[in-house]
């Protein structure tokens, strides 16, 4: 089947809203008055520009078959997986939205990302790499309850929430962290790493201050950092997150990165319960990492792949 694929326009609230629910299985009076509902919710909370906005929507005739919502960052588009009315078949709309993707990117784009978590439906991966995108690294998320409390560590570390004050010294030890091994999805951080810190203060919502750790020795150098963040909605909606920790290159192989995460767990076990938990996502090519998690008490709750597709002139653009 071949589909029209056009970006979306003012007054396709109703159909994304339709496509969306269809996609998760509501069907009949019950999708209607959730679609009426999602619509009436959207307009009195002023949302509906930002709904009908980045979005490719691939059409049969004049019925919505599947959608394509992205994100934009830096020079990045970032894709989610495509809602799909069940009518079509999820792959071919796929397909058919992926081919058009640099027609609609504009031309400061010079990559496109994809995370494919599993479905009812299954993975969508193979999908993504007949439209040549590659495999570039395989992920793993991990979840601890924090019902028990978490012990003092063993380590002549002291530890200090993010301030002002305290400022470009937690700078300075996140910028260090990027020395020698690197998580590949921290590139862009590594190359810029200003950008990034502030990126991990504005980009999710306001951070708690209280919960960005800064560890420093017994002699008084800083040797490393976690960033905590409190997600209340998307994947990991009521979760705080472990968004990054590091230590710097001099004071690896002391044990340092499980005793300032554990510093972290406790600040998080104090502020929201013992009912709360905290999730992460670790490269799976990082086994010591993912096994100091273990330790940890984090136990995996999902592995996923993210894709990447390059932009090379001539080729796709």
Avoid at 51 to 56: Q, Y
Avoid at 229 to 258: E, I, M
């Amino acid at each position: 089947m071949k589909y029209q694929i056009r970006s979306v326009e003012q007054g396709d609230v109703w159909n994304i809203a339709h496509v969306v629910h269809r996609s998760r299985g509501l069907d009949g009076p019950l999708l209607e008055r959730q679609v009426e509902q999602d619509v009436a919710r959207f307009q009195e909370q002023g949302v509906i520009q930002q709904v009908e906005s980045n979005t490719l929507v691939a059409l049969d005739g004049d019925v919505f078959a599947g959608l394509l919502r992205y994100g934009q960052f830096e020079h990045e588009l970032q894709l989610q997986r495509p809602d799909v009315d069940p009518a079509y078949d999820e792959r071919d709309v796929t397909r058919a939205l992926l081919r058009e993707i640099w027609s609609f990117a504009g031309p400061a784009i010079t990559k496109v990302t994809y995370v494919d978590h599993a479905t009812h439906a299954g993975t969508l991966g193979d999908v993504f790499e007949e439209a040549g995108f590659y495999r570039w690294v395989d992920r793993l998320d991990m979840r601890l309850k924090l019902t028990e409390e978490v012990g003092p560590g063993q380590r002549a570390l002291t530890f200090k929430a993010y301030s002002e004050e305290v400022r470009e010294r937690f700078y300075n030890v996140y910028r260090a962290s990027f020395g020698s091994t690197l998580d590949p999805m921290m590139q862009w951080s590594a190359d810029y790493p200003e950008q990034s810190f502030l990126m991990f203060q504005e980009r999710f919502g306001p951070f708690d201050p209280e919960i960005w750790v800064l560890a420093t020795d017994a002699e008084g150098q800083d040797v490393g950092f976690a960033i905590f963040h409190q997600f209340d909605g998307g994947r990991y909606a009521g979760d705080t997150v472990l968004l990054y920790t590091g230590v710097s290159p001099q004071a690896r192989g002391k044990g340092y990165g499980s005793e300032i995460v554990r510093e972290g767990l406790r600040r998080v076990r104090a502020k929201r319960g013992p009912q709360h938990a905290v999730s992460l996502s670790v490269t799976r090519a990082n086994k010591p990492a993912e096994d100091n998690y273990r330790k940890l008490g984090f136990r995996p709750t999902e592995a996923f792949t993210v894709y990447k597709l390059d932009k090379v002139e001539g080729r796709n653009s």
